[in-house]
């Protein structure tokens, strides 16, 4: 069901990365303040809007589980909040790289920016121990969505109020209304923007059709395990 | 492209450029790993379906057995 369009997707998403690539390095210039430093700003920055996005995305999906009680969004939620972890350890990463030929330092902790994509990082990182202390998988799903609601909805909030705090040193560049960014950089940015946000599309469905596939697995498992009568169960148990 | 790659500044490798390499590859190592953890998953729902299937085929011959038994 989730594996519908994935090849087209996953072939679009190498052809768009290998442009944005080739944008970043071959067509953006370089610039005079931070020199060849700055190449890391359309990864760095498109990898932390899309993990926070992914993390709001995931809110959203949750509040339609918790609507509509069908299961569907709660993977869907699940599923968001996971990738978006995964992405959120390559912006601390790529971000720790980038401080460290800026400013010489790998962390700052002074620094707004820094601490509170820090904070939520781990607010989400509590979210598989949350999740997976709860057996009944009715109320594991339930409980989770409010965690994902409650967490998302502090995501747009924590980014406003560093919007508003004073920067010391992490730089402010869409601070201003055209984005105080020339135009070929600012074209090599989208364009980066939506590579990355492609990315996350697709391994989110990457994701999906896998735990779709294991999902039915169990319970074709269950099924065939089913005990005929006068007989006992003939199959291995299921491989958690 | 030849046009392309003329015309594109050259990469300083030196201090900074170690940087800019280095970021570029953590992240495409991140994916890289994502994509390997993804393949042993599938591999192992692989080999559970044709667990599976030689199961229900096993199960299905011993029902017709025991049908041709019951008639006879």
Same mark, same amino acid.
């Given at each position: 069901m989730f594996g519908k369009g994935l090849r087209p997707l996953s072939i679009a998403t190498v052809a768009m990365l290998a442009a944005g690539l080739?944008? $970043?390095?071959?067509?953006?210039?370089i610039e005079t303040d931070q020199g060849i430093i700055q190449k890391i700003f359309y990864l760095? *920055?498109?990898l932390a809007i899309v993990a926070l996005v992914g993390f709001v995305v995931g809110g959203v999906f949750a509040i339609a589980h918790l609507r509509t009680g069908n299961r569907k969004w709660d993977a869907?939620?699940?599923v968001s909040i996971h990738m978006s972890v995964i992405f959120g350890v390559a912006v601390l990463l790529t971000g720790s790289i980038?401080?460290?030929? /800026?400013?010489?330092?790998?962390? *700052?902790?002074?620094?707004? @920016?820094? $601490? /509170?994509f820090l904070i939520v990082f781990l607010m989400y990182a509590t979210y598989y121990p949350f999740r997976y202390a709860i057996e009944d998988p009715e109320r594991q799903a339930r409980y989770a969505s409010v965690f994902a609601i409650t967490a998302g909805a502090f995501v747009p909030l924590n980014f406003m109020a560093v919007r508003m705090a004073q920067s010391? $040193?992490?730089p402010r560049v869409f601070a201003t209304a055209n984005g105080g960014l020339p135009g070929s950089m600012m074209l090599t940015f989208l364009f980066c923007l939506a590579a990355i946000a492609l990315l996350w599309v697709t391994l989110v469905k990457f994701e999906l @059709? #896998?735990?779709?596939?294991?999902?039915?697995v169990k319970r074709l498992r269950r099924a065939l395990d089913a005990p005929a009568p006068g007989s006992g169960s003939r199959i291995a148990p299921e491989v958690s | 492209?030849?046009?392309?790659?003329? /015309?594109?500044? #050259?990469l300083p490798l030196g201090e900074g450029g170690k940087y800019v390499a280095g970021a570029y590859i953590v992240f495409l190592v991140l994916i890289v790993v994502y994509v390997a953890i993804m393949a042993a998953k599938l591999q192992r729902i692989e080999r559970e379906l044709r667990e599976l299937a030689s199961f229900a085929e096993q199960r299905k011959a011993e029902e017709q057995r025991e049908e041709v038994s019951a008639d006879v």
């Open positions: 080739s944008l $970043v390095f071959f067509y953006a210039p760095h *920055v498109p869907y939620s699940y980038w401080a460290k030929a /800026s400013w010489g330092h790998w962390w *700052v902790w002074d620094e707004p @920016t820094l $601490v /509170s010391l $040193v992490h @059709t #896998a735990k779709s596939a294991s999902g039915q | 492209m030849h046009a392309l790659l003329a /015309s594109a500044p #050259a």
